[in-house]
């Protein structure tokens, strides 16, 4: 592949850095709204399932073309082709990185080299399905309850789509998550389990990570002490590493590949706690709605093409209005877990400093993804949101059809969204401030200090996305939609997006921590370390 240079060495990056510094820092949204009618118009989009409204972010016609230029002068169209064609992007790892051929239909690839994975993607697919189908029948199957022993991308897509698509899930099954290697996560699990009535699914790529292993060990003994019957009926693997599954006693494994990354996977084996909650043809929609978002993605020009536009937003306010987070506020309460889920997508995949030559990068990467549902975090951190020293871009989804009879609630959480979103941008004037009652505010204190106070700057920049509903279909292509804008920023960034080495150094230390806790050996240790293993054994 031609080599492109680097984002910061295009001339788009000095364009884009010249018209920040003669525009960009004072644009103001309200202004722009008040002198062009047809912002919303043309700065809004469509995407399978999916509408963007960008028309509230600190963009204007310029700074759109430039950062599209820069996308053409980095190759992001050849580099999206070589991701899709299965082309060893993962280069530190020496692997192609082919999720989307994970939701691609049978006989089918997102490319044509992708069919051999395609097919054996459906095998799985077919068995990982039919096996939950069995499940579902609780007559039969006798289950009750579904334990997901697994960490970071084999937990966090599985527990924020069964909550998120609850509304089509099994209502005989109980779901629960363990992931953390603290027995305060397994113990009140298994309080209320029955061996006989219970499935565990350990979910681990490698079969060999710390946390999850301890909990499948501990989840086994407690099933044996219970008097559990017939483990290889109570215990299924999801996993690439089929030996170490049989190892542990695993009979039953569904398999996926090293060309999945973790936090890419909920489309593979490891959604099968969101298959048996929502059942085989609602999991296909899962995948249709993700692999339309794959085909806009591919095929859409980048003009309008939702996920390299919100890549290239990203780009802009890292990297030229230096903000260093962003937060996600869905109003649906099933999203819960979706900031969680996003923190894993965006900071393990593009919190990277050296590019792919192993340089350091002279320029920002990964914001923090950060965020609550609304609208508790209204009453909690937007506070300082609306009103403190920091931009920080917010993203809204909002749903339109609830999937519950609370009329009334959904409309109050509709505006509320509305609300916000408007309140960032529009923010209030002193004299707005001051014109105002204040019924609670102390009589002495001095109303012309007491209006800044009450001031609020405004021109803080918001996307909102909106789903027509909360289904399976809405929630693959959602969740599509975020891994094409993650690989848009990291490509623009020239990092690999696919590794996650920061994870290692932790790993290993832990690894020769865990027998100094009981020998109380200390040697080599610095001397904050060694005082608190001191103090943590005594
Ligand atoms: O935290 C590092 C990591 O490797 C993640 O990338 C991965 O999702 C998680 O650990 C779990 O790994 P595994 O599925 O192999 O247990």
Known sequence: MKLHPRCDRTAAWAALSGHFEA????????????????RFEWLSFEAPEVFADLSKNLLDPASLKFLLDLAQECGLPQRRAALLAGEPVNATEGRAV??????APAGEGSHSSQVHEVHEVHEVLNAML????EVRDTEHS????????????????PQMAVPALDAFAHRQLRFHFVSNVDGHDLTPVLRSLHPQRTLFIIASKTFTTQETMANAHAARNWFDAQGGKDRSRHFVGVTTNLKAAAEFGITRTFGFWDWVGGRYSMWSAIGLPIALAIGPEHFRALLAGAHAMDQHFAHTPL??????LLGLLDVWYRNFHHYTSRSVAPYHQGLRRLPAYLQQLEMESNGKRVDMAGEPVPYATSPVVWGEPGTNGQHAFFQMLHQGTDVIPVEFIAVKQPTHELSDLHQKLLANCLAQSQALMEGKSAEQALAERVPTAAPTFDRGVLSRHRTFPGNRPSTTLVLEALTPRALGALVALYEHRVWTSGALWGINSFDQWGVELGKALCNDLLPRLSSADTTGLDASTAGLLQRLRS
Do not use: E
């Open 23 to 38: 525009h960009g820092r004072d644009f103001d949204l309200r202004a722009a709204f008040r002198q062009d009618p047809t």
């Open 98 to 103: 082919l999720h989307t051929a994970l939701r």
């Open 130 to 133: 039919a096996f939950a189908q």
């Open 142 to 157: 006798g289950i009750t309850d579904v334990v997901n022993i697994g960490i970071g991308g084999s937990d966090l897509g």
């Open 303 to 308: 003009s309008r093409n939702v996920p390299v």
